[in-house]
């Protein structure tokens, strides 16, 4: 349903720190990088299909304010199994990220929910989910 989502970053190599460590953890790698838009450096990360699907971007623009996250606003990211999800989280800490749920299941939802929850440097909610059972 969406072809890819962009969130604009205030510091496009602290926000790159962390999700080139914790992405490919998904499976998810950068395969797509703008540096000759005028005002806009970007980042795009893909899986297997080469097509970016996900954005991060930062204005080069020194007048342009800085982003503000929208309030509510969550980024899920499909893992492959449950040790993916451990292992995006522990990068992600590892690297700027902000713990806001570690891994574990998530009976609210599902029972084979299994989900880790981060805040990016920029305040953006982060979720890695697996649905498989073990």
Same mark, same amino acid.
């Given at each position: ?7 604009? $970053? #205030?510091?496009? =190599?602290?926000? !790159?720190?962390?999700? &080139? +460590? ?52 969550? $980024? #899920?990211?499909? =893992?492959?199994? !449950?040790?993916?999800? &451990? +292992? ?47």
């Amino acid at each position: 349903m969406i072809d890819h989502l962009s969130i604009r $970053v #205030a510091d496009l =190599a602290r926000s !790159r720190a962390m999700y &080139d +460590a914790s992405l490919p953890e998904l499976g998810y790698r950068l395969v797509m990088t703008i540096d000759d838009a005028p005002d806009f450096k970007g980042l795009g990360y893909g899986g297997n299909s080469h097509e970016p699907a996900f954005w991060i971007g930062a204005s080069t623009n020194p007048d342009d304010p800085a982003p503000v996250p929208i309030d509510g606003m969550h $980024v #899920a990211f499909a =893992a492959q199994n !449950r040790p993916s999800v &451990d +292992a995006w989280y522990r990068a992600a800490l590892a690297h700027g990220g902000k713990d806001n749920g570690p891994p574990g299941i998530r009976h609210q939802y599902h029972p084979n929910y299994y989900a880790a929850y981060v805040i990016d440097p920029d305040g953006y909610h982060l979720e890695a989910v697996c649905h498989l059972a073990p």
